[in-house]
T-cell receptor, first 113, second 114 residues
Framework: LAKTTQPISMDSYEGQEVNITCSHN???????ITWYQQFPSQGPRFIIQ???TKVTNEVASLFIPADRKSSTLSLPRVSLSDTAVYYC??????????????FGKGTLLTVNP | DTEVTQTPKHLVMGMTNKKSLKCEQH?????MYWYKQKAKKPPELMFV???????INESVPSRFSPECPNSSLLNLHLHALQPEDSALYLC?????????????FGQGTRLTVV
């Protein structure tokens, strides 16, 4: 399984765009890149997932370069309520051992007023 | 219904007790997971069930015993736990195929072993 590396923490201010980058140098061909958000004492929440190029939903955008060895989660115009830990996961699809969702250390994003 | 429901929300148990954590989902997901999370650490995978069969056991001590009675329910039976087993226990489920990594998590059971 591909290991992921993220910054331990990041600070931002309300209204700014925040980009969190994740490195996954040994990503496999059938691996997808998935991001989760977790607030204290709650379960993680799925944010976005992608395979290559760019994916956008109502919450975030995910940028994946052609070599797929890294990815960047972009949160537009953050608010105080976006303060949370963000996890990057890399894994395959199709069931079986691909259900092994393994969390790395995550990035604690703190949004300041 | 896009929820994973875990009960109880809080549990205090002695080291000689036997208790069970319960997890339920009605999204038709065929993969279900148990995770353990200590304070300020990422969730650690414990068990994965795929189509009601145990497919992954991450070398979890036998004092934790999972059970999947049907496609909607997942239990975690606890026996002779240690104080270091105190943690937030999270259940999750995910759909099959190309959305297998889009997991839904419950709010967790906060377990304290005394």
């Amino acid at each position: 399984l591909a290991k992921t590396t993220q910054p331990i923490s990041m600070d931002s201010y309300e209204g700014q765009e925040v980009n969190i980058t994740c490195s996954h140098n040994n990503i496999a061909t059938n691996d997808y890149i998935t991001w989760y958000q977790q607030f204290p004492s709650q379960g993680p929440r799925f944010i976005i997932q992608g395979y290559k190029t760019k994916v956008t939903n109502e919450v975030a955008s995910l940028f994946i370069p052609a070599d797929r060895k890294s990815s960047t989660l972009s949160l537009p115009r953050v608010s105080l309520s976006d303060t949370a830990v963000y996890y990057c996961l890399v894994g395959g699809h199709g069931g079986g051992s691909n259900y092994k969702l393994t969390f790395g250390k995550g990035t604690l994003l703190t949004v300041n007023p | 219904d896009t929820e994973v429901t875990q009960t109880p929300k809080h549990l205090v148990m002695g080291m000689t007790n036997k208790k069970s954590l319960k997890c339920e989902q009605h999204m038709g997901h065929r993969a279900m997971y148990w995770y353990k999370q200590k304070a300020k650490k990422p969730p650690e995978l414990m068990f994965v069930y795929s189509y009601e069969k145990l497919s992954i056991n991450e070398s979890v001590p036998s004092r934790f015993s999972p059970e999947c009675p049907n496609s909607s329910l997942l239990n975690l039976h606890l026996h002779a736990l240690q104080p270091e087993d105190s943690a937030l226990y999270l259940c999750a489920s995910s759909p099959p195929g190309n959305r297998a990594t889009e997991a839904f998590f419950g709010q967790g059971t906060r377990l304290t072993v005394v």
